[in-house]
């Protein structure tokens, strides 16, 4: 008797019309962007992933296009809305647009996910674990992909950036901001499913995702040692800083020297100033010099400051170590990764034929340095960060691999002054503390500036958009976190793992799917699957 073939699964059902997912997908973007700073809702993720991936559901490609599209920009065109703030809507536009498109298109391996993997294993550990686990590392591999396509990237909207204020920072000591995205998408897509199966009445159902929220609530933060603390000296100018602000030649090193006179008789291991808190060459500029010179002679103690600097034809975004009586600077530190369209022009020929004015105003080509971000600091190890490298997990974590005891990070929030930016920067030096196991200094020369614990909350603070400095005992901590240990090697099996699994599960869904299937006995019917 022939064998009869194998009768192939038949896709999921969408969820919802497309109509319908469209809707929720907006709607799910918009929500997330409340789990931001400035309200910082962060319970909000836990409504919101859900709402983007039910969406996705039973989806065809183009489907899946259109409604990671419409979550994306729900999304981007509100968290990023700060780049409007002086360049106008073009820049805004752009960014947003291009984060929307990325978006789209790591929407539909998450579909391929829905479609596939019940497949390839149709039982209750299938749907609750197996695929809730490649739903979570797909939008883990999202945000790496984010992260480093084109020109570097931009991770701004991690999940893991809304939960800075809450419990769940913790779970980055262990995990990183990568494993701690991936638990709150593995526990969303979990109760997705246990609804999905219709056995909420079978509390096993609901075990996976109930033990992920439970772990991730209950993990406490992973101890580093205490090593004593530093005597921190942080001064905010507000001086003149932004890219439009009108000012004459050292109006910013002015303000920065007159808010630092308040505290030159204090008893402080190091003072430290904001990015671009000289505006001028410090290597070259010899009034600077002698005005840095007679700063560390009357504090008594070494000047960790920031301005662009010279070397040939390159210019740098550095960060500058400066003591009394020494060949200064005695050591240099050169921001990781510059801004594109900011601090320099990728590809500048094919952009200034489209926006002529504006890249025109961005006239110098910062170079990115190569150097270790941390100074050793008359033998306290401190890590270092300018502006938006602190939203990149390899300097944080090249600085503390070589030994910081404590982050110091310099920025210039000017050009944002009136938005939420400041803020969502601060959130990642919060989480960098907790994911570290080590304080950060976060200086702006406008603010927000804080001095952040190991545990995330805040040790001391300045009001933005005032002058002021602040002399804080800033704890020291040894240790290595297992999020800084496996950060990188968990992001990395996340992410591509991720992409590897769902192209094996896919083989294999196919091959089932044509390969011929023993007949059953007559009437005992045949199992489809979904």
Known sequence: MPRRPRPSSPPPRPLLPLWAAAVTSAAAGLLLTLAFPALSWWPVVFVAVPLALVGLIGRSVRGALLVGLLFGAGLFFVNFS???????????????????????????????AYRWLPRWAPGTAGRLVALPALVAGLWVSREELQGTFPYGGFPWTRIAVTQADSPLVDV????????????????????????????LRDLRTALPAALTVLVMFLL?????????????????????????????????????????????????????????????????????????????????????????????????????LWKDGADNPVALYDKRHPVPFGEYVPDRWFYDMLAPDLIGLIQREY???????????????????ICFDVIYDDVIREGAL??????????????????????????????????????????????????????????????????????TDVPLRTGLTPGILL????????????????????????????????PTPEGAGVITGE
């Open 220 to 320: 406490p933060a992973f101890p580093t040692t205490d090593a004593g603390s530093i005597r921190v000296g942080a001064v905010q100018g507000n001086g003149p800083a932004g890219y439009f602000d009108q000012r004459a030649a050292y109006d910013v090193l002015r303000a920065q020297l007159a808010a630092t006179a308040p505290i030159e008789d204090e008893d402080i291991d190091v003072l430290l100033w904001p990015e671009g808190g000289i505006d001028a060459d410090a290597l070259s500029n010899t009034s600077v010099r002698a005005a840095l010179d007679a700063l560390a002679g009357r504090i008594g103690a070494p000047l960790l400051v920031s301005g662009v600097t010279q070397r040939g034809d390159q210019y740098f975004n550095s960060s500058m």
């Open 487 to 518: 950060g990188e090697a968990l992001q990395t099996l996340l992410g591509w793992g991720s992409v590897l699994a769902l192209a094996v599960v896919g083989l294999v869904a196919r091959r089932r799917a044509r390969t011929p299937k023993t």
């Open 402 to 471: 070589a030994g910081a005891q404590v982050f110091m990070f310099q920025t210039n929030n000017a050009d944002f002054r009136g938005t939420d930016e400041n803020l969502q920067q601060l959130a990642f030096a919060r989480i960098r503390a907790v994911e570290s196991g080590r304080a950060v200094v976060n200086l702006s020369t406008v603010g927000t500036s804080q001095v952040i614990g190991p545990d995330g909350r805040t040790i001391d603070a300045l009001p933005a958009d005032e002058p002021g400095a602040m002399v």
């Open 82 to 112: 700060f780049t409007a703030r002086y360049l106008g809507p073009v820049p805004w536009i752009a960014l947003a647009s291009l984060e929307s498109v990325l978006t789209a298109v790591m929407a539909v391996p998450i579909a391929l």
């Open 367 to 385: 170079t990115p340095g190569t150097s270790t971000p941390m100074f050793d600091v008359d033998g306290v190890g401190v890590g270092l960060a």
């Open 172 to 199: 980055t000591s262990w995990a990183g901001m990568s494993g701690l995205s991936f638990l709150i998408v593995f526990a969303c897509a979990a109760a997705v499913e246990a609804v999905r199966l219709g056995r």
